[in-house]
């Protein structure tokens, strides 16, 4: 029984575990049955039938503290009359202007965080914060003094001229503006009261709206008010709401309100009238925010729930940081701005999100890769848009927003779509050639009929297919692959050309030339033109031989296009074929919705979409890319549909080998400025207005713009740069991506120019033009009266030429005069050192023999036994005065310097001091010398012998006069091979300069024996006591005069 029970328990959990994945499973099933567009991020997506992601990443965008933003807390947000965008942050007041921020720092503006932005109509920025308000005009701050100490939540402009602005301190204020100066006054007789016990005195004003003539005000905890003759009354509602947060009306009118709520209670509600409230959608958590678009739409900002959007169906989407895979950068909305070009500006907690709802949003066709595969789009006369797949033909349902399937086509690949003059539907595919039924605005295309008039197998580039239809002369005509041309009259299709097996039948695209000619394009013979009867080759189309022609088509000033295996061509009436866009795999061409503008949409393979345009003012054709990275589901498209909407919005259709890209092109212009103009100096902008005048020699300027469009990020950006003289003469033009134009080595004179800038979609910017004047030399009087004066210098210059040769002569004679007073010097410092050995010798042979002798005879009475009375005192001073001659002997010879060494004698001269020095002048010591140093330094005996004096000399100073307890001597190589000898010791200070004007050789004579061998000696002061003696000499592994 217990094992019976515990199977049924887990049976049980199974189940249950299992559920999920049913579910899950049956909402896939749903899904690929009924593909559907993604028109905005959802949180929780339906699998996608396609394998293409749906993401969306692409239209959002996000500026942060990265960007320089002073606070990620983003209050309020709008956008100027010249496109710059404003964020009002809890740190203060930042303009952006898509490239570089800049945070607003001035005296008058006043401080405490950001809470309301507005652009009035004459284009001054209202600015609302924590302890007052200001306007910005023209750059200039000013603080409305009425408002000072106020806390300004929010500020709205009914009419021109006039605004609007609520206070947290429960006062409405009414502003009348004009060009230069601005009055306030109250629009209420005493400020509000607040109705929340816990919270009692003035009451918060959050939100201001105008809805059926009336002023309503948000409030919190008295809900919706009117102000009405200096009063405010309370609206009644069914539902009431006592904590109103925000306020917008509509495009119809409505009025939306956005309260503080809990967890699960109903945040939003909207009011026709002003007797009740209903419910508006699901919208839970507090609204913060409420911001209606440019068309009938709003959107709803929340505290915790991301952001709402409300179209004109009314069908909420919800968009939050999880379902736009962080997008949006916060579910905390502060802020939501829509500016000038439907771009959505969203203020969070952790910086602004950009959102985009115009840009490419992907549809699904059908549940599997073949069906996704679009080549060719069509809108037909009765508002039908079809879609030819490889898996067969698709139409567009509106009103489910999906593409539905004929049934009759399901299996075939169509590759072109187009109709005859009775309105009926022609089809050409893989399979041969169709005929579908007349068209009309309620036919349901889905279950309709085609009858097969041309047979063919159905494989790609089979014999047969039809791949382009065209009207011409009022007949249709079929590019029939294999086959040639071919005619389809009375429900019968026939051969046209070619009449022989000779020439060429792989055509695959047409383009009627009004009634002119039909132009053919092939797959290997380049255009070929078809006058009704033959088809054959004209010159002015002998660039496009031998490559592959897919699409053609025509713009205004009977520019023709062609899309090719090689790029696009296009030809003007007489002139010839020029590449318009080289490097692409061009595929499909088709001209914009208007007629006017001479560019072309093109669908390439690897490249995406491309558009292409001419301008009367540039010599080349404009480019500009669109392509996955900016939304496309993949990077092969084939076929671009524009369309035009109910409303008048553009939009297009992109047909690619992942489904389909729908999105609508910018047509605002963006604006262009001038960034920095730089000649010798950094001129202003506003020099621009009166031209500017480059004084001699000046002859060059450097222009640097930057654009602003919302849609179009800054290295999307297309300059153009003109330069024309007096004459209206181009001297020199320029189109890149970089927004910088240098004009060089101009010619004296007046001069025009002119920058454009480009957004992604080619839209041009009104120009940005100026007068640059280029001073023309003066008079050369300087130039005379220097050539003047440069004949009298050439005279001086000849005359000194003259003395210095003299002076160079007795310069000579000089240097070779202290060359040999140098070696006269030297050879004397040798001589002395050589007397000095001679004496040396002398008293170590004669005089140390003589004592010896007198040694010997003192020891040798001793011996005898002869009383000697003061033999031992004779024998003592005997050795006494024989060791202080040894040690004369020593200085005046140091013998040292040949038994032992450099180093060696240096480091004996330094104990041997010690030794000699009285016993209360005796001091420690120590040397430090480099291991190698014999191999570093090569000195020359005299070199060595005049080092070893001046040491003496300076330890004989140490001994005497410092009264230093410690000596160190380091003995070593610089980096540069210079020799250096340190002797440092904690004495009292020497001054040279004050010891040599005391008697005494020593110092003179130190500094003698440095000058001999062109070394230089110095002293330092320790801090605190001590001296440091320096001897350094220059390349010391260099030889030395000998």
Known sequence: MFAQRSLFVILLLSAICLLPAAFSSA????????????????????????????????????????????????????????????????????????????????????????????????????????????????????????????????????????????????????????????????????????????????????????????????????????????????????????????????????????????????????????SEMASAGTVTRTVVALRPGRADDMWVGTDGRGVFYFPASRKSVNLTFDGTEGGLRSDHIFAIFVDREDVVWFGTDRGVSRYDPNSPRVENIGDNAES???????????????????????????????????????????????????????????????????????????????????????????????????????????????RGLERFADNRVTSVWPNDANNSREIISLFADGDLRLLLGTSKDGVLSFDGAQASSEPEFAKLNNITVRSITQTAAQTLWFATSRGVFLCRAGNDCVAAATGYEARFLQRGSNEKDNAVWCATTASGLLKISLDDKLDAPLVSQLDAEQGLPSQNAFTVLPLTGADGRASLLVGTSRGIARFAPDTFAPTVYAARVISKRVHSPAELQSGIYLEYPQNGLLLDVAAISSRTFPEQFQYAFTLTNAKGELIKQKVSHESQFAMESLSPGKYRVTARAFSRDLVSSEPLSFELTIAKAPFPWTSTALAILLTLALLALFWAIEERRRIARTSAALVTANRELADARLNLANEAERERRRIARDLHDQTLADLRHLMLMSDQSVADGRPSPGADTLRTEIESISQEVRRICEDLSPSVLQNVGFAA???????????????????????????????????????????????????????????????????????????????????????????????????????????????????????????VFTLQLKRAGASHPS
């Open 27 to 274: 909402q896939n099933e749903a899904g690929q049955s009924q593909p559907s567009p993604s028109p905005l991020p959802s949180p929780s997506p339906l699998p996608s039938p396609s394998p293409t992601p749906l993401t969306g990443l692409h239209q959002w965008g996000a500026v942060t503290l990265f960007h320089g933003l002073p606070s990620d807390r983003v209050r309020a947000i709008t956008q100027g009359l010249d496109g710059m965008m404003w964020f009002g942050t809890e740190a203060g007041l930042a303009r952006f202007d898509g490239r570089r921020m800049q945070t607003i720092n001035d005296a008058q503006m006043p401080q405490g965080r950001v809470l309301s932005l507005l652009t009035d109509a004459n284009g001054a920025l209202w600015v609302g914060t924590d302890n007052g308000a200001a306007r910005i005009l023209n750059g200039r701050v000013d603080a409305v003094k009425e408002l000072q100490g106020q806390t300004i939540n929010a500020i709205i402009e009914p009419e021109n001229g006039h605004l609007l602005m609520a206070s947290e301190q429960g006062m409405v204020y009414e502003c009348r503006t004009n060009s230069s100066a601005f009055q306030i006054k109250q629009l209420l007789a005493k400020p509000l009261e607040s109705a929340d016990k816990d919270k009692p005195g003035a009451l918060p004003l959050t939100s201001l709206t105008i809805a059926n003539n009336k002023l309503l005000v948000g409030s919190l905890s008295r809900g919706l008010l009117a102000i009405e003759n200096n009063s405010a009354t309370e609206m009644q509602a069914r539902r009431p709401a006592f904590f109103v947060r925000a306020l917008a009306t509509d495009a119809r009118g409505q009025l939306w309100v956005g309260t503080r709520s809990r967890k699960d209670q109903q945040a939003l509600h909207s009011e026709d009238g002003f």
């Open 905 to 1027: 004698a240096l480091e004996f001269a330094l104990s041997h001091a010690v030794q000699d020095a009285p016993a209360e002048r005796k001091f420690e010591y120590e040397f430090v010398c480099d291991d190698a140093l014999e191999e570093q330094v090569q000195l020359t005996p005299n070199v060595q012998m005049q080092i070893y004096r001046i040491v003496q000399e300076a330890l004989n100073n140490i001994c005497r006069h410092s009264g230093a307890s410690r000596v160190k001597m380091h003995v070593g190589v610089t980096a540069n091979s210079d020799f250096e000898l340190t002797i440092t010791d904690n004495g009292r200070e020497f001054d040279p300069a004050r010891e040599t004007r005391k008697e005494g050789r020593g110092l003179a004579n130190m500094r003698a024996r440095a000058s001999l061998i062109d070394a230089k000696i110095s002293w330092e002061k320790l801090e605190g006591a001590g001296t």
């Open 372 to 482: 996704n595969f679009v080549r060719t789009l069509y809108q037909a006369s009765s508002g039908h848009v079809l879609a030819g797949t490889n898996r067969g033909l698709f139409v567009y349902d509106p009103k489910a927003a999906r593409w539905n399937s004929i049934s009759d086509l399901s299996r075939n690949i169509i590759y072109c779509i187009a109709e005859d003059d009775a309105g009926r539907l022609l089809i050409g595919s893989a399979a041969g050639f169709f005929v579908g039924p007349k068209l009309t605005g309620d036919l349901q295309l889905e279950s309709q009929t085609f009858a097969r008039i041309e047979i063919s197998s159905g494989a790609a580039d089979a014999i047969g297919s039809i791949r382009a239809i065209a009207r011409f002369r009022g007949a249709t005509y079929l590019a029939s692959y294999g």
